[in-house]
C-alpha cells in the first residue's frame, strides 16, 4: 500500500512495508505539473491472464515483483510505455496518470481509494486556478 500526500508543488507517493523491497522504490515524487489525474479502479487485474491474452497483462516487468494475482509492484512496460504497480488488493487500487519522464501511469493500492482521488483531483484543481494546493 502507498501513502498518498501532496507537498507543496508535489504529489509524494511513499511506498509501505516490504513493499518497499518487493517493487525497489521507497517513495516517488511527481510534480503536479505532471500529473494528468486520478481514478479508482475496482476492477483492475494483477493476474496472469495466459499467453493468449497478452493485450490483459498487466504489463512486462522490467524490475520488481510479479506474483500474479496476489501481488504486483515495480517496474512495468504496457504499450510501451513505463508504468509503476504496487498492488496486493485491485479493489482498493487508484490509477494515476501522468506526463512524467520516469512512469506514464502509476497502479498503487490505498487505504481510502476515492478519498485519495478527491485529493489529487481537488490539488490539481486547485493548481490549474492559480490557488495553493490544499495539504
Known sequence: MAEVTIEGEE???TIQGMRRLWSLKSEL????AHVRGATADPGLSTRFTGF???????GRKVIGSDWYGRYLGGT???DGDRVFWDVADPAK????SADWGEFRRLYIEAKDPEGTVA???AALAARAAG???PE
Open 11 to 13: 504529489l509524494v507517493l
Open 29 to 32: 515524487r511527481i510534480p503536479l
Open 52 to 58: 493468449s491474452a497478452v493485450a490483459e497483462w498487466p
Open 76 to 78: 512495468f512496460t504496457q
Open 93 to 96: 487500487a487508484i490509477v494515476i
Open 119 to 121: 485529493m489529487i483531483e
Open 131 to 133: 490557488a495553493p494546493a
